[in-house]
T-cell receptor
């Protein structure tokens, strides 16, 4: 079973920041938080990951609470192309051979 | 960056025939690859873990004789859907962990194969 819970869907106006929450209350000390998104009929795309510090890259920012039980993915200026299903995954490391289970994700709709 | 190539992107076949899907890691070696299936409006469901040089590990409920997996080399895994039926129509996605970078490098996904069985 997936170790994360996310809202089923969210709407965000184009140009505004999209904040996607994820709960991972049973996360272990050595597990990272990874975010992926899947645009319709494509394979999942890596966005960002972090352990306990906040992270930022060219796509998004990741805010992890101090107790690490939840996190928020922030798309700072959402565009229509950001419409996708966003998956939050917790895992020790992505390059291990352990299997990866996806939850249901959040379907993000960017509204023009 | 690391790339996983999946082929074909779309395939239509007749009921009873077999279809082979290839998954290649283009610039890194992958001793393990994962195969997922996705039905419309649902999440990815792990089918099996492909292991180079040994047998694949199948998830509960996935028929190993129907979904044949061969991990022939460190850069190629294949999934063959044997005696396909309309209920096998789905989006099949492969992925491979790691690459040249660090311990916690991302999992890389292919772009999927849309299988339609008529």
């Amino acid at each position: 079973d997936a170790k994360t819970t996310q809202p089923t869907s969210m709407d965000c106006a184009e140009g505004r920041a999209a904040n996607l929450p994820c709960n991972h209350s049973t996360i272990s000390g050595n597990e990272y938080v990874y975010w992926y998104r899947q645009i319709h009929s494509q394979g999942p795309q890596y966005i960002i990951h972090g352990l306990k510090n906040n992270e930022t890259n060219e796509m998004a920012s990741l805010i992890i609470t101090e107790d690490r039980k939840s996190s928020t993915l922030i798309l700072p200026h959402a565009t229509l192309r950001d419409t996708a299903v966003y998956y939050c995954i917790v895992r020790v490391a992505m390059n291990r051979d352990d299997k990866i289970i996806f939850g249901k994700g959040t379907r993000l709709h960017i509204l023009p | 960056g690391a790339v996983v190539s999946q082929h074909p992107s779309r395939v239509i076949c007749k009921s009873g025939t077999s279809v082979k899907i290839e998954c290649r890691s283009l610039d890194f070696q992958a001793t393990t690859m994962f195969w997922y299936r996705q039905f419309p409006k649902q999440s990815l469901m792990l089918m099996a873990t492909s292991n180079e040089g040994s047998k694949a590990t199948y998830e509960q409920g996935v028929e190993k004789d129907k979904f044949l997996i061969n991990h022939a080399s460190l850069t190629l895994s294949t999934l063959t859907v044997t005696s396909a039926h309309p209920e096998d129509s789905s989006f099949y996605i492969c992925s491979a962990p790691g690459g040249r970078s660090s311990y916690n490098s991302p999992l890389h996904f292919g772009n999927g194969t849309r299988l339609t069985v008529t």
